[in-house]
């Protein structure tokens, strides 16, 4: 029995590497008599089909996206496709992939065995953020940032945690991430590694204007109210790709959203060496540096 009846294949690059992989990917999978599937908002579908379908039809017919590309793709393909239901499985061309993790030189063997049946799932939850007065309603996978909208300038807030004032605070912003964010710009700002099996959010203070700041983590149902009491601009930005000007409404709440997003993995991936392999652990330690 077919794990996969009807498969898009996904990209927000357009390159060679890209085409010449989604050409193997057609392959594989024509081999299976699996259909593919060619999403509009994929920057290769033109060049692999005729006819590229609508994201409301992708959503609806397809059983999984791959997304070929870094992890900014399958971000991208997070959002328009993993936020609905459909699961994602990541070809990684990038330097870091801690979520697109599938090696161009493993592709044959590595989609192979997901076809097949031989994978792991891997649950990772949205964040969800609103403005106060608003119905707009904005998500992230990795951070959701509060800041200023220029560089080095302060703004100052106050945070509040399930209606509970926590702290008045200046600051360059406030990063507000998810475990699968806390590798990426959360990381940047000296911030915790969080295995993705905690359930938990990361509050971190950027260039805090306090020797007393400190991160916070706290439990993944927790609400978080931000509210801005600059006289400057603030905004909100979500996995560095939309930003929000909050103008005049100075409240904003933060809280995990109710759909999660499903990650496919090769039975051979692992979160730590992971770590190992991108941020360099264990240089030089005899066992490890062969990875």
Known sequence: ??????????????????????????????????????????????????????????????????????????????RKFGYFGLPILGINLGNLGFLADIAPENLTNSINDVLNGNFDLDKRFFLEAFAEGSDQKFQALNEVVFHSGSIAQLIEY??????????????????????????????????PIISPEVRAIILLPMFPHSLNSRTLIVDEDTEIKITSRSKSKAYLSFDSHEKLNLSNQKDVYIKKAKSELTLIHPKDHNFYSSCRNKLGWSLGVPGFNEE
């Open 1 to 78: 029995m077919k794990t996969f009846k009807s498969i898009a294949i996904y990209s927000s690059i357009k390159d060679k590497k890209v085409l010449y992989i989604a050409h193997q990917l057609k392959e594989i999978l024509s081999s299976y008599q699996i259909k593919c599937l060619y999403p509009k908002a994929s920057k290769i579908s033109d060049d692999l089909t005729k006819r590229p379908s609508s994201d409301e039809y992708i959503i609806e017919k397809a059983d999984l996206i791959i997304a070929i590309g870094g992890d900014g793709t399958l971000l991208s393909s997070a």
């Open 158 to 191: 106050d945070l509040f945690l399930n209606g509970e004032f926590v702290y008045r605070q200046k600051a360059d912003g406030l990063i507000i991430s998810s475990p699968t964010g806390s590798t990426a710009y959360s990381l940047s700002g000296n911030g």
